[in-house]
């Protein structure tokens, strides 16, 4: 069965620095994976996505994803923390059958200044 | 092209009430599928319609249920309320093939009293 772990329910950083958002996943099958963003009071949003087609995923704002498979991981990072970039971080794993997503219980990111 | 759209935004209902949560997928995807988000128990999916027909469900009593119509608008109901269904409740739609992105609505907030 698959099943996703995320690592730090809270993360806390300072504008400008790295931002490292950490997943492991567990997959039956070969996965797909995604990065979601929530802010609040809002739905999700799609940052990236990984389908097998590259290991190093690129997404929106800045943030890129590497899937390691001998580490079971997909972490989210970006090289430099924006205030904006406070908000609830989701990573997904396609649980099988029809479009269910099975999601880790989230981060949540703060920006210091 | 416009995104996903819940109504209503927010609902209060007391025990025992029934409930019916409507979602119109992006023009052009046929697939939607159903998350509850609560503090306790994180995102969770709930069922996943296609062409009228349920494909895929999670493992929530029978009190929760939906239908898709011809238009691809999907509606879910929750008969018997309870305090703990008590969450915000996301639609989400993609293309029909399997394991395609995606796409969230931005909720329903469901209050239980």
């Known amino acids: 069965a698959q099943s996703v772990t995320q690592l730090g329910s809270h993360v806390s950083v300072s504008e400008g620095a790295l931002v490292l958002l950490r997943c492991n996943y567990s997959?039956?099958?070969?996965?797909?994976l995604f990065w979601y963003v929530q802010y609040p009071n809002q739905g999700l949003q799609l940052l990236l996505k990984?389908?097998?087609?590259?290991?190093l995923v690129k997404g929106i704002n800045g943030f890129e994803a590497e899937f390691k498979k001998s580490e079971t991981s997909f972490h989210l990072t970006k090289p430099s923390a924006h205030m904006s970039d406070a908000a609830e971080y989701f990573c997904?794993?396609?649980?099988?059958?029809?479009?269910?997503?099975?999601f880790g219980a989230g981060t949540r990111l703060a920006v210091h200044p | 092209k416009a995104g996903v759209t819940q109504t209503p935004r927010y609902l209060i209902k007391t025990r025992g009430q029934q409930v019916t949560l409507s979602c119109s997928p992006i023009?052009?995807?046929?697939?939607v599928s159903w998350y509850q988000q609560t503090p306790g128990q994180g995102l969770q999916f709930l069922f996943e319609?296609?062409?009228?027909?349920?494909?895929n469900k999670g493992n929530f009593p029978g009190r929760f249920s939906g239908r898709q119509f011809s238009n691809s608008r999907s509606e879910m109901n929750v008969s018997t309320l309870e305090l703990g269904d008590s969450a915000l409740y996301l639609c989400?739609?993609?293309?029909?093939?399997?394991?395609?992105?995606?796409?969230f609505g931005p909720g329903t907030r469901l209050l239980v009293l």
């Open positions: 989400a739609s993609s293309l029909e093939a399997l394991r395609e992105t995606q796409y």
């Open positions: 997959s039956s099958v070969p996965p797909y």
């Open positions: 990984y389908t097998s087609a590259a290991t």
């Open positions: 997904a794993v396609d649980g099988g059958g029809y479009n269910k997503l099975i």
């Open positions: 023009s052009g995807h046929r697939s």
């Open positions: 319609y296609f062409s009228e027909t349920q494909r």
